[in-house]
């Protein structure tokens, strides 16, 4: 009888051990936790996942219609509903913009490339781009994008041509890379492949070893790289 009675007073503190808050998102989903901070924009908070481990996690207060501290004494958390995604990286509450716009200006801004026969000597590359990008996981885009660009060659007064300049519409396939991710900044590389006009059809590239994003739905950003869109870059857009 006494071991029964030690049994059952054993469970007591694991049954409370876990205070229970909830959080109410704006999709109506009840998060069952532990809130460990609140801010101005956030709300930090531990939950309990179906594995049983205790994760951080936090939530951005635009998503949030309403919480309580000490609402729910019970060691059973639990969610009514599953759609939001099982997770212990912070940040992961906030990769659902799945789809992105953006516009962009490109520029070389005088910098000469391709020395050599003074027809190739490309003084200037000037771009514009209208692009879509879809995420397909948390660091990966796969996009498709158009750019008009406009190429201004050295040395006009022993050009070959009529005039010192070349223009040609392309569209290329996009694939990128953010291999940094918080809910208002990103880190990423891109890649860009496809063909362009210009009297006849010519291979059109564009590579970006260092591009920056700021912003969580309107965002701007702006890109290092070589090719056909000009060595700097400047973009705008909308993610959702």
Known sequence: MKKLVCFILGLIPLQFAFSQDIIVTTNQDTIFCKILMVSSKY???????????????????????????????T????????????????????QLSRHEFSISAGSNFGVKIFEGDPKNQIKNIQS????????IDDSFWFGVQSTATLIEYSNSDIYYGSEPYDSYLSHAASLRVSYFNTPNAMLYLRISLGIGFMGAIVPFFHITPFGFSFGNHFFAS???GFGMQGFFGLNAGYRF
């Open 222 to 224: 702006g890109e290092l």
């Open 128 to 135: 514009f781009t209208l692009s879509y990008h879809k995420r």
């Open 75 to 94: 060691s059973t958390p639990a969610r009514q509903n599953q759609n939001l995604q099982e997770n212990a990286h912070p940040s992961k509450k906030y």
């Open 43 to 73: 709300i930090r908070f531990q939950e309990k996942v179906a594995t049983g481990q205790t994760v951080a996690k936090f939530i951005e207060k635009n998503y949030v219609s309403e919480y309580h501290k000490n609402k729910y004494p």
